[in-house]
Nanobody, 124 residues
């Protein structure tokens, strides 16, 4: 099994930055896709960023240019750097992973395994 543990959430002001972390453990070999999703109260879950086994990344339009996702494979940490945060970024953020060779096509819609989440609140 794969275990995903998020940390780094908190409360910030609009325009500030925050860096989340996802420590992954367990059977993590051959992961093809890893990413971040978020869900705001009353809204559907939204994929915001993904990184693939070849190092390429993809972002949703809502965070493109503000979020950057990176992976430290030595320490098994996946991190999104989130800059210029806006109140609309307020949500529970979830780390996700998938081993399927087909996960790239749905990387911002659904991945196989999710963590418990960490809350980000952005006030204006």
């Amino acid at each position: 099994a794969v275990l995903l543990l998020e940390s780094g959430g908190g409360s910030v002001q609009s325009g500030e930055s925050l860096r989340l972390s996802c420590r992954y453990s367990g059977y993590t070999m051959n992961m093809v896709c890893m990413g971040w999703f978020r869900q705001a109260p009353g809204k559907e879950r939204e994929g915001v960023a993904a990184i693939f086994s070849d190092g390429t990344t993809v972002y949703s339009e809502s965070v493109e240019g503000r979020f950057t996702v990176s992976e430290d494979s030595v320490n098994s940490i996946l991190s999104p750097q989130m800059n210029n945060l806006k109140p609309d970024d307020t949500a529970m953020y979830y780390c996700a992973a998938d081993r399927s060779v087909y996960c790239r096509a749905r990387a911002l819609r659904e991945l196989g395994v999710y963590g418990q989440g960490t809350l980000v609140t952005v006030s204006s």
